[in-house]
């Protein structure tokens, strides 16, 4: 139980493009999602807390006109990266968890390259 | 506050021996504490979590790790490693008290472990 997808796994794109990524929890609800970003050879970082229903928070230093973040049902989050540039590259993984004690589960990430 | 240490940057074994990966933590509330595998290119995996039940926790693939309050540590461990252990490995602590700490994870900097045939 308690399997997160995320897709795509892989994106390349255009500088200047938009790509949206999703997070689905397939077998249980998640009222909160999160979302990294790991930098190569580097641990994850946390860039947003995403509420289903309600608007995004976001950790300090992460623009969120940028990295738009979309909580529309219980079993699915997005990452939107707007007008992406090449520094946008990165691993970008989401997770949710199905109780405030319990662990994350998380998405098999998502490998974001902006040429 | 809290925050997590793994003490070893790259760990390389032979097959077939021990693997010991060191994490120490320092957190305000009593934590729940995990241990995450991540192979290349590849979301997390978790291998075992500690929740205030019994200190010696046993995990998946033949891991454990035992807390240890008075150290403030969460070591890994497990007595055998085989080649497809190669891979890297975070300790994380979550505390648990609510509020605006939920979810707030803090990850180590991971321990790359290496398995020589």
């Known amino acids: 139980g308690a399997v997160v997808s995320q897709h795509p796994s892989r994106v390349i794109c255009k500088s200047g493009t938009s790509v949206k990524i999703e997070c689905r929890s397939l077998?249980?609800?998640?009222?909160?999602m999160f979302w990294y970003r790991q930098f190569p050879k580097q641990s994850l970082m946390l860039m947003a807390t995403s509420n289903e229903g309600s608007k995004a928070t976001y950790e300090q230093g992460v623009e969120k006109d940028k990295f738009l973040i979309n909580h529309a049902s219980l079993t699915l989050s997005t990452l939107t990266v707007t007008s992406a540039h090449p520094e946008d590259s990165s691993f970008y993984i989401c997770s949710a968890r199905l109780g405030q004690r319990e662990p994350l589960h998380f998405g098999n990430g998502t490998r974001l390259t902006v040429t | 506050a809290q925050s997590v240490t793994q003490l070893d940057s790259h760990v390389s074994v032979s097959e077939g021996t021990p693997v010991l990966l060191r994490c120490n933590y320092s957190s305000s509330y009593s934590p729940s504490l995990f241990w995450y595998v991540q192979h290349p290119n590849k979301g997390l995996q978790l291998l075992l979590k500690?929740?205030?039940?019994?200190?010696l926790v046993k995990g998946i693939n033949g891991f454990e790790a035992e807390f240890k309050k008075s150290e403030t540590s969460f070591h890994l461990t497990k007595p055998s490693a085989h080649m497809s252990d190669a891979a890297e490995y975070f300790c994380?602590?979550?505390?648990?008290?609510?509020?605006?700490?939920?979810?707030?994870?803090?990850f180590g900097q991971g321990t790359i472990l290496t398995v020589h045939p």
């Open positions: 500690y929740t205030s039940a019994a200190t």
């Open positions: 077998d249980f609800q998640a009222t909160t």
């Open positions: 994380v602590v979550s505390p648990n008290a609510g509020g605006t700490s939920y979810g707030k994870l803090t």
